[in-house]
T-cell receptor, first 115, second 114 residues
Framework: GESVGLHLPTLSVQEGDNSIINCAYSNSASDYFIWYKQESGKGPQFIIDIRSNMDKRQGQRVTVLLNKTVKHLSLQIAATQPGDSAVYFCAENIEEDTGRRALTFGSGTRLQVQP | KAGVTQTPRYLIKTRGQQVTLSCSPISGHRSVSWYQQTPGQGLQFLFEYFSETQRNKGNFPGRFSGRQFSNSRSEMNVSTLELGDSALYLC?????????????FGPGTRLTVL
């Protein structure tokens, strides 16, 4: 499959462990954040989102934490499985001065799950 | 329900040529966004179309253009190709394109410019 990024930071975990992927965002005015998972040869897939009026949101095996004070977002994956191996991107959505809204993606983190 | 489809999946062109990529959104979705993904720059927003109108545009030169048809299918065109245009081009569709609508991505078109 295609290489998403040649020099991505990599997190390597053992199957069954919990994974924590971090993301620093740039704009304090961002009000909506999304985590995406991208497997080799595929487009990004939505995992979980969170609005800025929340600091935590839970899904199935995943939790997103938002710390607006330090502009930090994290994705926690419980009981990591080999199928979780992928590149993970955080994205922030902001309304710019022009009124334009668009997603700005982070550079991504490669998660490798060792069996 | 069928997902977002993109054609072709792979394309090889030479500098100076032009290329047209196609995206068929999920049935019922009216918003289509295009992104460029490269190892160096990551995922970058190109433009968004809604009801045949370009609603948002990223910071790309005018060589990059797009359009949307009445059935919500979208095409993007890159003219006068440069080596740096080699990338994975991703299309994403959503119901209305409002900020809190989930975007569904297609598998992408891998463009190589020689």
């Amino acid at each position: 499959g295609e290489s998403v990024g040649l020099h991505l930071p990599t997190l390597s975990v053992q199957e069954g462990d919990n994974s924590i992927i971090n993301c620093a965002y740039s704009n304090s005015a961002s009000d909506y954040f999304i985590w995406y998972k991208q497997e080799s040869g595929k487009g990004p897939q939505f995992i979980i989102d969170i609005r800025s009026n929340m600091d935590k949101r839970q899904g199935q095996r995943v939790t997103v934490l938002l710390n607006k004070t330090v502009k930090h977002l994290s994705l926690q994956i419980a009981a990591t499985q080999p199928g979780d191996s992928a590149v993970y991107f955080c994205a922030e959505n902001i309304e710019e001065d022009t009124g334009r809204r668009a997603l700005t993606f982070g550079s991504g983190t490669r998660l490798q799950v060792q069996p | 329900k069928a997902g977002v489809t993109q054609t072709p999946r792979y394309l090889i062109k030479t500098r100076g040529q032009q290329v047209t990529l196609s995206c068929s959104p999920i049935s019922g979705h009216r918003s289509v966004s295009w992104y460029q993904q490269t190892p160096g720059q990551g995922l970058q927003f190109l433009f968004e179309y809604f009801s045949e109108t370009q609603r948002n545009k990223g910071n790309f030169p005018g060589r990059f253009s797009g359009r949307q048809f009445s059935n919500s299918r979208s095409e993007m065109n890159v003219s006068t190709l440069e080596l740096g245009d080699s990338a994975l081009y991703l299309c994403a569709s959503s119901l209305t394109g409002t900020p809190y609508n989930e975007q569904f991505f297609g598998p992408g078109t891998r463009l190589t410019v020689l």
